[in-house]
C-alpha cells in the first residue's frame, strides 16, 4: 500500500468492559504501523462513573479518545464523530456492539467510510437486547461488507439472519504468549496476596458476575467435591449484578471459609499463578478470553461448550469440555483434573503450544490487517460505491 488505511475502533461499554476492550486496545497497539493508522474511540456516558478504559489506554503506546454523551440518544454524538472521521481522514470504522454497528452504518452512507464490524456476540440478558436491539443488530450487520465473527457459531448465526457468507469471516481471538506465562517462582507470593496457604488446592474462575457465567453452578460443584477435599478452595474473580445473590449462595451452602468472591482483579496473570485449576462455567460465550488465559498460563481447564471453547481448546487435548447447565458434569470434571494430575499436564503442554502458533495475538492481528487492506482495496477501486453494495474478496 502506498498510503496508511486510517481505522477508527469504535466501541460503545459502560464501567470497565470485558473480553473485548483486551482485543481492541492490544490490537491497536499491535498495529502494523508503517500500513495502519488506528485510532480508538470509546463512547462514554457522562453518567458512567466507574468507566475504567481510560485508564487502561492510557498504559499502551495508542492513539486514544472519547465521544461523550449525556445520554443514550445525545444528538452531539453524531457530530462529534463526523468531526473525527473528517478531521483524521477515516477510511474504516471498525464497530463492536449493537450502538456503534448502526452507528458506523449510518457514517457510512453519510460520509463515504467504510463500516466494518466484529460481531463479538450477544450476550446481554435484559428483554430490551433480546427482543429489540439484537435482532435489529444482526439486520444491521447483513448490510455491512464485511463482518468479523469470534466464534463459528456467531458466524452461523449472523449467516442465518441474512448476511452474506461471502462477507464473514470468523477470526478467533488471541492472546499474547510472552505477557501470559506462568512462572513458578511467582507462586508463593500470588497465593499469599490472595489469602491462600501453599498446602490448599485452589480452583479459580474469572468473569462478570451475571447471569451468562453461571457461577451458581461452579458454587454448586465445587460444594460437591468439596465434602471430601478440606483443603480445596474456590476463588472468583468478578464483580457484577449478581455479587449479593452468589454471596448469599455461599453462606447457605456453608461455604463462607472456602468460597471466595475476590471482586474485581486487574493482575490476570498474578491470579492464574495462584491458581490448581481454572472452570469455565458459562451458558453462553462469544470466544472467551479467560479460555485463551487459561491455556497460555499452563492451568489445567475445565470448561462448557458454548460459543467458540471448543475452537480453542480440543476436548481431552487441551481442556475438558463439559455441557452447559450440567452441575454433574462440572463434578466430574473437575474431580478428572484433581485425581489425574499426569493427564492434566499433558493437556496444559499442548494447550501452551497452541497458544504460541496458531492462537497468538500477533496472528490474530495479521489476520484482521489482511480485511483491513482488502476493503481499503475495494476504496480504491470503487470509490462512489454506496456501503452496502461494496464486495470484497474473502480473507
Avoid at 513458578?184 to 474462575?205: C, K, Q, T, Y
Avoid at 452447559?324 to 499442548?350: C, G, I, K, Q, S
Wanted: glycine content about 8%; aromatic content about 6%.
Amino acid at each position: 500500500m502506498n498510503a496508511r488505511t486510517a481505522i477508527l475502533e469504535l466501541r460503545s461499554v459502560w464501567g470497565t468492559g470485558g473480553g473485548p476492550e483486551k482485543t481492541i486496545l492490544m490490537g491497536a497497539e499491535r498495529r502494523d504501523r508503517d500500513r495502519f493508522d488506528v485510532t480508538v474511540c470509546y463512547i462514554r456516558d457522562v453518567r458512567d462513573r466507574i468507566f475504567g478504559i481510560g485508564a487502561r489506554a492510557g498504559h499502551l503506546d495508542i492513539d486514544y479518545l472519547e465521544a461523550r454523551e449525556r445520554h443514550s440518544f445525545d444528538a452531539r454524538l453524531w457530530r462529534a464523530l463526523r468531526d473525527i472521521i473528517r478531521e483524521r481522514a477515516i477510511d474504516i470504522v471498525h464497530a463492536h456492539d449493537y450502538k456503534t454497528d448502526v452507528l458506523a452504518w449510518l457514517l457510512g452512507r453519510r460520509t463515504g467510510v467504510t463500516p466494518l464490524a466484529t460481531a463479538h456476540g450477544w450476550t446481554g440478558h435484559t428483554t430490551r437486547e433480546r427482543r429489540v436491539y439484537y435482532p435489529v443488530d444482526k439486520r444491521v450487520l447483513a448490510r455491512f461488507p464485511r463482518v468479523i465473527a469470534v466464534s463459528s457459531e456467531i458466524a452461523r448465526e449472523l449467516v442465518r439472519t441474512g448476511s452474506d457468507p461471502d462477507r464473514v469471516t470468523v477470526i478467533l481471538n488471541g492472546i499474547d504468549p510472552m505477557a501470559f506465562r506462568r512462572d513458578p517462582s511467582r507462586r508463593p507470593d500470588a497465593r499469599r496476596r490472595l489469602g491462600f496457604g501453599d498446602d490448599e488446592i485452589v480452583v479459580g474462575s474469572v468473569g462478570r458476575l451475571e447471569t451468562q457465567k453461571r457461577f451458581d453452578l461452579l458454587i454448586d460443584a465445587f460444594a460437591s467435591i468439596a465434602r471430601a477435599r478440606p483443603r480445596l478452595r474456590l476463588a472468583i474473580a468478578g464483580d457484577g449484578s449478581l455479587r449479593e445473590a452468589l454471596d448469599a449462595q455461599v453462606g447457605r451452602l456453608g461455604l463462607h471459609a472456602t468460597c471466595h468472591l475476590l471482586g474485581h482483579q486487574t493482575d490476570i496473570v498474578a491470579l492464574h499463578e495462584a491458581f490448581d485449576l481454572f472452570v469455565q462455567s458459562s451458558e453462553y460465550e462469544g470466544t472467551p478470553n479467560v479460555v485463551l488465559e487459561a491455556m497460555a498460563m499452563e492451568t489445567p481447564l475445565v470448561a462448557t461448550d458454548v460459543g467458540g471453547t471448543r475452537e480453542l481448546a480440543a476436548d481431552g487435548e487441551h481442556a475438558l469440555i463439559v455441557p452447559p447447565h450440567d452441575t454433574a458434569a462440572l463434578v466430574r470434571a473437575m474431580t478428572t483434573v484433581l485425581d489425574e494430575p499426569a493427564a492434566a499436564h499433558t493437556r496444559v503442554a499442548a494447550a501452551r503450544r497452541r497458544i504460541e502458533t496458531d492462537l497468538s495475538f500477533d496472528m490474530r492481528t495479521r489476520r484482521l490487517e489482511t480485511i483491513y487492506d482488502a476493503l481499503a482495496g475495494a476504496r480504491r477501486t470503487k470509490p462512489n460505491a454506496g456501503s452496502a453494495s461494496l464486495r470484497v474478496p474473502h480473507a
